[in-house]
């Protein structure tokens, strides 16, 4: 039989701390993180991902008996993402490295894990928040604002999508495949925690005055913009489907009440005529939504196959009912009918002995339904090479 090895080889929490020249905060983070561990009464590391620093932290942070993981790539989120994959625990907490947050309190969040959640974030708002810990304009507009557009986007009920403190099981961090080398790492993660419908929670935690005699690395407006790109990213159906939708419903419903009317008659919208210059409007509106609805299914696709590695239902049922074979078929379609309205006015034009005639309207609504059915051409062939990879590789 083998020799067991030592338990301490095998540790269940792993405690990550980010670190770039952190060397005055370390010794309190990595005493309060073991503590939390000794709490909890489980085999557990303190993994240090050092980012660069040249001011000791690395010496300082082997001295005091944590593990450090020497990060290349710069920024927040690369530090996390290779000091979590290299962190040996079954359960994960990450928070920062400048005595903000008290690492004591991550052992209310790791007994959340254990009770079978995937996630569970630390909430500032909900706990407390001492004076001269956050700047105004974090508290009352970056978070506040962010936090409701990832509830509002992704179904969600977290009170502060920005808190550093928070704790996770290993494999729910590998379900999300987690790719943010900036701030937007802290975006990300409950993006696609709601995306792929991990079990989460929240629990109060004290947001104390960082120990830090420099100014913080985190700036402002260019990592909110950052964290907003990121919450975007992942809804198609507000960024491209309902604007898309709408584009498309306006050009079409315009379209058709020009069409219905013969040349030169205008129509009327409250004491507003419409006449034959507005079917450009009509085709502008609709092909500018049928691109970005198509661009948004495109995008969502590649989402599920490149970024999430998941499947949605919604999915399954479009991939079975829409197949190459019936895209360019309804290319063509849309491409006969397109042509032969141009042929009809063509057709106008030699009866009339090439004189002045008035067909923009047919003309320019054939124009369209030609660029809609070459562009549905050329998209579908796109939408197959990522259909066949959600079919096969997920």
């Given amino acids: 039989m083998g020799v067991k090895a030592p338990a301490q080889l095998y540790p269940e929490i792993s405690i990550v701390i980010p670190c770039l020249n952190e060397a005055k905060t370390l010794p309190a983070c990595i005493a309060k993180a073991k503590e939390a561990i000794r709490h909890l009464d489980l ?5 240090v991902a050092d980012n660069g620093s040249i001011d000791g932290s690395v010496e300082l942070a082997q001295s005091l008996g944590a593990r450090v993981v020497n990060v290349a790539m710069r920024g927040y989120g690369a ?11 079954k359960y994960v907490v990450m928070g920062d490295g400048d005595d903000s947050y008290d690492f004591r309190e991550a052992g209310v969040m790791v007994e959340k894990l254990r009770l079978g959640y995937d996630l569970c974030m630390g909430t500032r708002i909900r706990g407390q928040i001492m004076p001269g810990a956050m700047p105004w304009k974090n508290r009352y507009i970056g978070t506040p604002i962010l936090t409701m557009m990832v509830n509002w986007l992704y179904r969600c009920s977290f009170s502060d999508v920005n808190c550093g403190l928070r704790a996770f099981t290993k494999e729910a961090f590998e379900q999300m495949q987690m790719e943010s080398r900036g701030m937007e790492f802290a975006s990300e993660m409950l993006v696609k925690a709601s995306i792929l419908e991990l079990r989460s929670t929240e629990v109060p935690i004290t947001l104390h005055k960082d120990g830090r005699d420099r100014a913080p690395h985190l700036q402002p407006w260019a990592d909110g913009w950052r964290h907003l790109k990121y919450i975007l990213l992942f809804a198609p159906k507000f960024v491209y489907w309902l604007p898309g939708c709408l584009l498309m419903a306006l050009g079409t419903l315009l379209a058709l009440a020009l069409n219905a009317k013969p040349g030169g008659t205008p129509i009327y919208l409250a004491n507003f005529a419409l006449n034959d210059h507005w079917i450009v409007v009509a085709a502008v509106l609709f092909l500018v939504g049928y691109q970005i609805a198509v661009t948004g299914l495109l995008a969502y696709l590649y989402t599920l196959t490149h970024r999430l590695h998941a499947r949605s239902r919604n999915m399954d049922t479009l991939i079975r ?4 074979e019936r895209i360019i078929f309804f290319a063509a379609l849309t491409f006969s009918v397109g042509c032969v309205l141009e042929f009809s006015v063509f057709q106008a034009w030699l009866s009339s002995d090439f004189g002045a005639m008035n067909a923009i309207r047919p003309a320019v609504t054939g124009m369209a339904l030609i660029l809609m059915g070459t562009q549905t051409l050329f998209s579908g062939f796109f939408y197959a090479v990522l259909a066949e990879k959600y079919k096969d590789e997920l």
């Fill in 321 to 324: 009912f829409v197949s190459l």
């Fill in 43 to 47: 085999p557990g590391e303190v993994v």
């Fill in 79 to 89: 530090a996390l993402c290779w000091g979590i994959r290299a962190a040996k625990g």
